[in-house]
């Protein structure tokens, strides 16, 4: 799941250093992302949930460990705002709200938060996933969550 360059060069373009670089492994997730759906993996030998998908639990170092869809509803941890970044797409993006998110299944998830001004940021105020495609890619980011 780590960011790179987006994929093999393409003439003329300057590259890209917000898309992931899509295995075998994270197809899946990639997938449902595309389709709106935020996925987890959750341990079979432990029962926790964890993100970003692996193919082994990072608490009990299970490899019984399988895809679950997420309710894409979060609580904000953590973040920063972003004046200044060189890398390309981000300098056109700026300022951005770079941020850590405790997803309702437990794992913290980095990310984020769009549709939201700076002033309007809390720890703990309720946010839920929104998708931002890129190219081939639906990226997961967070928006406030209004009333349910």
């Known amino acids: 799941m780590a960011a790179g360059s987006g994929g093999p060069a393409r003439s003329g373009a300057s590259p890209r250093f917000d898309l992931p670089e899509t295995d075998a492994f994270t197809r899946t997730y990639w997938d449902a992302a595309a389709d709106g759906r935020l996925l987890l993996r959750r341990c079979g030998a432990c029962g926790r949930a964890h993100h970003y998908p692996r193919e082994f639990c990072p608490h009990c170092w299970s490899e019984a460990v399988t895809w679950e869809r ?72 967070f928006r406030p969550r209004g009333p349910s």
């Open 70 to 141: 997420a309710s894409g509803r979060a609580t904000l941890y953590t973040w920063s705002v972003v004046h200044r970044n060189d890398l390309p797409p981000f300098g056109s993006r700026t300022p951005y709200v770079a941020a850590v998110v405790d997803l309702a299944e437990g794992p913290r998830m980095m990310t984020e938060v769009v549709e939201c001004g700076e002033e309007d940021l809390r720890v703990g105020m309720a946010l839920e996933v929104a998708f931002r495609v890129e190219e081939t890619v639906a990226v997961p980011v």
